[in-house]
């Protein structure tokens, strides 16, 4: 069975492009629009694999959705990528102590992209 991903971004167009992009490397792909619509998605689909989040989205963003989700007994060890526009070490630091497993910055390479996925996903 392939390895499930969420993918969490207010913006379609980025929904859509990494969505493909794993798609085509064999991953199944669940999507959500903000933290408060993914942490729907997660009860849905049960567990995932692995989380790519956007930091700033309406309604709930990646820190706090990180932090709920983090808070749950089967989400504590999964990988939570951070994919934004965001650069500033600030932010890095309020991601990872959230819970956050790493970062990747907007725009991406696909290749670069699955290259971080497959280091970090079980």
Known sequence: MSKQILIVDD?????????????????????????????????????????LTDLHMPNMDGISFIKEVRQKDEYKFIPILFLTTESQQEKKQQAKEAGATGWIIKPFAPDKLLAAIARVIR
């Open 11 to 51: 913006s379609e167009s980025i929904l859509e492009v990494v969505g493909f992009t794993l798609e085509e490397a064999g991953y199944q792909v669940h999507k959500g629009c903000d933290g408060l619509n993914a942490l729907e998605v997660l009860k849905t689909v049960g567990k995932v694999d692995l989380i």
